[in-house]
């Protein structure tokens, strides 16, 4: 199993200026800051996690990134003035690395100016990273990871 917890992931992103924590999805109320926050799906008082994501805030876009492709929820696409996501899903249903792909994310997208107008063609080359046929995805993730020094 490769599943992360919010401590692994906070350890994993602590370097990363513009990185805000993880929340659960019911724990985001406010007008966010530019940055990232890794939001899991499922609400605060119902267990310990089901799937990580991430949204990215900046001047100019929010991007969402689901690694199943879902949708941003109700209560943070609400949240967010131009919001964008992809419906691709890269993660198989037979994996549990999701919060990996949303620590990958942020680290390939930190590698550019939070505020450049281009953001929408970074994420989608993040995206296209992967391969359609998702169960070779993880391949790619443990590969793409490795180029960071972290081992799933």
Known sequence: MNTLTNIQIDK???NIKNYKGCYS???IRTKLKEGYYVI???DSNDG???HWCCLYVSKYYDLYFDSYGFICPENIEQLCDKLIYSQKMIQSLNSSSCGYYVVLFILYMN???I???LLI???NNFINLFNKDEMINDKILKTELSKYNIIM
Request: no cysteine; aromatic share 10%; net charge positive.
């Open 111 to 113: 590698k550019f100016n």
């Open 40 to 42: 899991n799906l499922q």
């Open 121 to 123: 063609v970074k994420y």
């Open 115 to 117: 505020n450049d107008k």
């Open 48 to 50: 310990d996690g089901s």
């Open 25 to 27: 999805k019911d724990n």
């Open 12 to 14: 994993l992103l602590k």
